[in-house]
């Protein structure tokens, strides 16, 4: 059966540049990768010897060059997926920051020749979990900003093990399941001959150690619940859903790993009066029949305190006046926004005598209205 086209294995045209290559090569790696196929590994592992093949020719540029000119059938293009394509391949994927796909490669090439680890344990470094807080703020607070304290529940370093998870006096002992290497392989028969699967230790989760004697105060887990008190600043212009990030306030990592971020997702309290619409503020403001029809100035209140406005004489009900940099600052930038006061004309429900007496006066003075 006649090979198919390197650049079709891929996904990429002929004229795909260097980087574009190396990317398809990282997608259909991940694609193929025996955890996604589980139905039909052997099938996976023989796709992914083709594509291995097609990258390896692809991303030499002489071996390109001479694949481009005489296909298949020119000199020098046998495969042979030695210690150095491997190393060539999986630096394709620690270039993209996907170090952590050092297994796939293993679990492929580790038997036989293959360049894979040589089975000594790798210390992995856990960080711990990012916390998230919801905080509720007044619409004041969330246009000034503001300095509270919260206290947010999230784990912290067991002060009795120093978080190594030991009872004090005792220590930790090399895992019976995988011998101190922190894996455990699994070795399966292909057509293409034995592929060793690696998995990381179910026993000791990858560390390569077991505990003797678990801490009493933190059950072996090296972190123990907590409600700290922690001072945040809100700076102003926070919305719904803003998201405040405290680097290292978050869980500690476990076996002394790094902590976690700590992430204040703001929830703004509906205002009686104001209603927000993103950098800007509406309200209304209500005045007499006389006040609109004369003119008038009028008590305003803002975020920023109260404002005295001019009502201009023959204001009509739902004129809008603008009263420019009273509303909520940017988050993101310098400025505020506007607040936007819409005039209510009040009608009274009940006049004096006299009030209908001038009413009646003015009335007949008008001109009529023409609808």
Not at 118 to 127: I, K, L, N, S, Y
Request: glycine content about 12%.
């Amino acid at each position: 059966m006649a090979k198919q086209d390197y650049y079709e294995v891929l996904g990429v045209t002929r004229g795909a540049s260097p980087e574009e290559i190396k990317q398809a090569y990282r997608r259909k790696a991940k694609e193929l990768h025996p955890d996604k196929n589980p139905e039909d590994r052997q099938k996976a592992e023989q796709e992914f010897k083709r594509v291995a093949e097609a990258y390896e020719v692809l991303s030499d540029p002489e071996r390109r060059a001479q694949y481009d000119r005489y296909g298949h059938a020119g000199p020098s293009q046998g495969f042979d997926f030695g210690p150095g394509d491997f190393h060539r391949a999986r630096e394709a994927f620690s270039e993209f920051g996907f170090g952590g796909l050092d297994d796939l490669f293993d679990m492929f090439f580790r038997q036989g020749g293959g360049a894979g680890r040589t089975g000594t344990r790798r210390q992995r470094v856990r960080h711990g979990e990012d916390v998230e807080y919801k905080l509720r703020i007044t619409l004041e607070d969330a246009a000034q900003g503001t300095r509270m304290k919260i206290t947010a529940p999230r784990l912290v370093t067991c002060d009795r093990c120093h978080g190594e998870g030991t009872e004090p006096g005792t220590g930790k002992k090399t895992c019976p399941t995988c011998h101190g290497q922190g894996q455990v392989q699994y070795q399966q028969q292909t057509l293409l001959g034995n592929f060793v699967n690696v998995r990381v230790c179910p026993e000791c989760n990858g560390s390569g150690e077991v505990i003797e004697q678990p801490c009493r105060h933190c059950h072996g887990t090296g972190r123990v619940k907590e409600r700290s008190k922690i001072s945040i600043t809100v700076p102003p212009g926070v919305d719904n859903g803003s998201r405040l990030r405290l680097k290292g306030q978050g869980n500690a990592g476990p076996g002394g790993g790094p902590p976690g971020d700590l992430f204040i997702v703001t929830e703004v309290i509906p205002h009686a009066e104001f209603e927000r619409r993103g950098r800007d503020i509406h309200s209304t403001v209500k005045v007499h029949y006389p006040q609109a029809v004369l003119g008038a100035k009028v008590k305003v209140k803002t975020l920023w305190g109260e404002e005295t406005v001019a009502v201009p004489a023959g204001t009509q009900p739902g004129t809008v006046l603008r009263l420019r940099g009273k509303g909520m600052p940017d988050l993101h930038r310098s400025g505020k926004g506007d607040h936007f006061v819409t005039v209510q004309v009040v009608v009274p429900e009940h006049v004096t005598t006299a009030q209908r007496k001038t009413l009646r006066e003015l009335q007949e003075t008008l001109p009529p209205i023409e609808n």
